[in-house]
C-alpha cells in the first residue's frame, strides 16, 4: 500500500523557519518524483517544488525559490521541504505527492499518490 505521511507543520512567526518531512512506503523511491504542494483556504492547490528521486533535479515555484529549498535521503525514503524566511501568505496546508513521470511538476492532476496534508500558519 502506498503510503505519503507529512509532518513538521505548525505555527511560526513571520522570517521564521519550518522543516516538512514526507515519509514514503509501499512504492519503489528511487523511481519516483514527490512533489509539494499547498492549498490555502478558498484558493487551488499550488505547486511548491518537486524533487527526482533518481537524479535529484529540483524545481520551485517562483513564489518560494530562494526560500525554499527540496531535498531527499533514499535510504529513509523521505523527502524535506525546508521553509525559510515564511511570509504570512505562506499560510496553507501542505501536501507531498508521488508520480513516476509528472507531466507538469507543478500539476496537481499529474501526481497519482497523496499525503493527507500538514498545516503551517505564518502570524505577522
Known amino acids: 500500500e502506498v503510503q505519503l505521511v507529512e509532518s513538521g507543520g505548525g505555527l511560526v512567526q513571520a522570517g521564521g523557519s519550518l522543516r516538512l518531512p514526507c515519509a514514503a512506503s509501499?512504492?519503489?523511491?528511487?523511481?519516483?518524483?514527490i512533489g509539494w504542494f499547498r492549498q490555502a483556504p478558498g484558493k487551488g492547490r499550488e505547486g511548491v517544488s518537486c524533487?527526482?528521486?533518481?537524479?535529484?533535479?529540483?524545481y520551485y515555484a517562483h513564489s518560494v525559490k530562494g526560500r525554499f529549498t527540496i531535498s531527499s535521503d533514499n535510504a529513509k525514503n523521505t523527502v524535506y521541504l525546508q521553509m525559510n524566511s515564511l511570509k504570512p501568505e505562506d499560510t496553507a496546508v501542505y501536501y507531498c505527492?508521488?508520480?513516476?513521470?509528472?507531466?507538469?511538476?507543478?500539476?496537481?492532476?499529474?501526481?497519482?499518490?497523496w499525503g493527507q496534508g500538514t498545516q503551517v500558519t505564518v502570524s505577522s
Open positions: 509501499g512504492f519503489t523511491f528511487d523511481d519516483y518524483h
Open positions: 524533487i527526482s528521486s533518481s537524479d535529484g533535479v529540483t
Open positions: 505527492a508521488a508520480d513516476r513521470r509528472p507531466t507538469g511538476w507543478s500539476a496537481a492532476n499529474a501526481y497519482d499518490y
